[in-house]
């Protein structure tokens, strides 16, 4: 089979994200004998690049449609993966450009009910950030929902109706979806749920294990509205003052950088220490614990990827997908969201129990064996079988 990854964005496989797990897709095709392309939008004039032995074609979609449909037609495309699958915009241009034998799969990288379950936050947001507060009140906010519901329900259906199979990073996301949208049931012979790929590194877990240091560790946007930084640094703060021997780390960057590093003194709190963008596998070997507060993820491939470094993680249950991830007490430790006060207590107690926090660390070790490019890759063939 001929496959053609479409990203809405510069192709980077060092980014995170749709960028990361789309570099990942192309390996697993490839390995299992597919040949791959790889298509990503920009909008300096096309060019040609490659990776891996792969082709990676940057295309501007606006000005060179001829130029894409060459590509389709000199790898002889058959299938075209499109990562933007809640995107009306690339969706329609895809099926305007691709050949009529060509089949289009859409996948969906967010978590469908990120709106609906933090409207408030969003809507508060966007009022304030306009200084536009006054009209952030319930009717306003009911009818903003209310048009939300409508346009999802509008959107998707051409979506899925129009393509041959969609993908969500979840099983559970497909319940979510059909109490936003309850018609999009009618196609659910046609929606499944694959999470992201991934390999255990090639490491002596004993030996990791014995090596880590008792360091709390987070990985991502320094932001609020999805990463709810601001409870983040409230656990800290109740922790600094009974952990005298541990340490948090925070890698990341975002527009609330500065707001965390006054809270921090403010409140003398010392023992943090604020790392910029980087790879954070050096980072997760080195940690006990990873702590994550985030509202609603698409998937959370940190959590995978800090306990495939024996790194525990505790979060919030606050999206469906956290617990295909996170078996609570076995693996890591879910929270009811937002309860800080039993975010700080499970805390303490893990870390006072180290014969349990050793044993959980090696069990979230294994727990990444069920997301191998192996395992991955047995339900995409289920997907390219539906499409003959």
């Known amino acids: 089979m001929n496959i053609a990854l479409f990203l809405e964005q510069p192709f980077d496989p060092n980014a995170g994200g749709a960028q990361r797990s789309t570099s990942k897709l192309a390996e697993i095709y490839k390995s299992f004998g597919h040949n791959v392309v790889i298509i990503s939008t920009s909008q300096s004039p096309s060019i040609m690049s490659s990776w891996l032995g792969l082709s990676i074609y940057h295309i501007n979609i606006k000005t060179d449609h001829l130029s894409f449909k060459q590509i389709l037609v000199d790898n002889n495309i058959s299938v075209i993966i499109n990562n933007a699958g809640e995107s009306m915009k690339s969706t329609k241009f895809l099926l305007q450009n691709k050949g009529v034998n060509t089949k289009l799969i859409n996948i969906l990288r967010i978590n469908p009910t990120n709106f609906y379950d933090n409207h408030k936050d969003y809507i508060g947001f966007f009022f304030s950030k306009r200084k536009l507060s006054f009209l952030n009140n319930f009717i306003v906010r009911k009818l903003w929902l209310g048009y939300h519901v409508l346009r999802i329900r509008y959107e998707f259906n051409y979506i899925i109706k129009n393509t041959n199979a969609f993908v969500m990073l979840s099983d559970r996301?497909?319940?979510?979806?059909?109490?936003?949208?309850?018609?999009?049931?009618?196609?659910?012979?046609?929606?499944?749920?694959?999470?992201?790929?991934?390999?255990?590194?090639?490491?002596?877990?004993?030996?990791?294990?014995?090596?880590?240091?008792?360091?709390?560790?987070?990985?991502?946007?320094?932001?609020?509205?999805?990463?709810?930084?601001?409870?983040?640094m409230e656990i800290w703060k109740e922790l600094h003052e009974t952990l005298p021997d541990w340490k948090f780390w925070v890698l990341g960057y975002g527009d609330q950088k500065v707001i965390m590093e006054n809270f921090c003194f403010q409140h003398k709190l010392d023992r943090i220490t604020f790392f910029d963008k980087d790879n954070p596998n050096d980072y997760y070997k080195k940690a006990k614990l990873f702590h994550m507060t985030s509202a609603f993820e698409g998937f959370g491939n940190v959590l995978i990827e800090a306990q495939s470094y024996g790194c525990v993680p505790i979060m919030f249950n606050s999206y469906s997908s956290a617990k295909d991830i996170v078996t609570h007490d076995l693996n890591g430790i879910l929270i009811d969201p937002f309860n800080v006060v039993a975010y700080v207590d499970e805390t303490k107690k893990l870390i006072n129990n180290s014969e349990k926090l050793n044993k959980m660390a090696l069990n979230a070790y294994e727990n990444v064996d069920r997301f191998s490019y192996n395992k991955v890759y047995l339900k995409w063939k289920e997907v390219f079988d539906s499409l003959k």
């Open 173 to 232: 996301f497909k319940e979510d979806f059909y109490s936003l949208a309850p018609g999009l049931r009618k196609y659910d012979r046609k929606i499944y749920g694959i999470s992201n790929p991934f390999e255990c590194p090639k490491i002596n877990i004993k030996q990791t294990l014995a090596e880590k240091e008792n360091i709390i560790l987070f990985v991502g946007r320094l932001v609020v509205i999805q990463k709810r930084v601001d409870l983040l």
